[in-house]
């Protein structure tokens, strides 16, 4: 069985004082729902579990009978960090599950065809990542102001959602941080902690990610499409 969590926990500071990012509606509906939709048209995904904040459970369930979705779905309450979200959403998954999609809730964009892709990358390596490689120049600063130096782009790349895992890879490699106390805002990186081989799926349609409201009007026009 294939399972998928939707992180859905975070505060979202940037975006600004009292905005919720997840609820922003774009192109008719809000962000988290269009991210909801590209994981209950994934053919092969069996169950979502959302990991959402304290007390937002109710938005959730009250959102999935407004849009009628109809996948399995759980939801958890997500802990201090990412990781910790992480860990209560693969608490949830059921027991047959044997890979895992992890997505962030405001990535609502993600095509069918880069979640299948990373669920292949993960039955080969047990781990993958959405990414593009960086085509922008780089530049490295100590204090903020002036440029230290040009970074080599050429073996640079920027990772996004869905990570895709076998179960018992990712469990392996949290349980590993957490018992560290160590601070990561990517899953993969556990992986890198424990040694674990992760497979680069190149994202070819833009995934963004909504961080600023300045991202809003770009998802828009990519979302308008599909709505």
């Known amino acids: 069985m294939i399972s998928a969590i939707i ?3 975070g505060k979202g500071t940037r975006m600004g004082v009292g905005v919720d990012k997840l609820w922003l509606e774009v192109a008719g509906r809000p962000v988290v729902a269009h991210t909801w939709q590209r994981f209950e048209d994934a053919p092969d995904i069996g ?20 849009f009628h979705f109809q996948k399995p779905f759980r939801i958890v309450v997500g802990g201090a960090e ?3 979200s992480v860990w209560n959403g693969l608490q949830a998954l059921a027991p047959a ?15 069918l065809e880069l979640i299948m892709a990373t669920i292949a990358a993960a039955r080969e390596t047990g781990a993958a990542v959405a990414a593009q490689p960086v085509t922008d120049t780089l530049k490295e600063t100590v204090d903020g102001k002036l440029i230290s130096r040009t970074v080599d782009r050429s073996k640079l790349w920027a ?6 895992f076998q179960v018992e890879v990712i469990r392996h490699a949290i349980a590993a941080v957490r018992a560290k106390n160590l601070q990561l805002t990517d899953d993969t990186a556990a992986c890198e902690l424990v040694g674990q081989r992760v497979q680069l799926v190149k994202s070819v349609a833009p995934n963004p990610k909504v961080t600023v409201p300045a991202d809003l009007p770009f998802i828009e026009s990519l979302l308008r499409p599909m709505a």
């Open 159 to 164: 990772v996004q959602t869905p990570q895709t």
């Open 82 to 84: 990412r990781q910790d």
């Open 97 to 111: 599950t044997a890979i895992v999609a992890i997505q962030d809730a405001a990535r609502p964009c993600t095509s």
């Open 7 to 9: 992180v859905a926990a």
């Open 47 to 66: 169950e979502i579990i959302f990991v959402v904040r304290e007390g937002m459970q109710s938005h959730f369930q009250a959102l999935a009978e407004q």
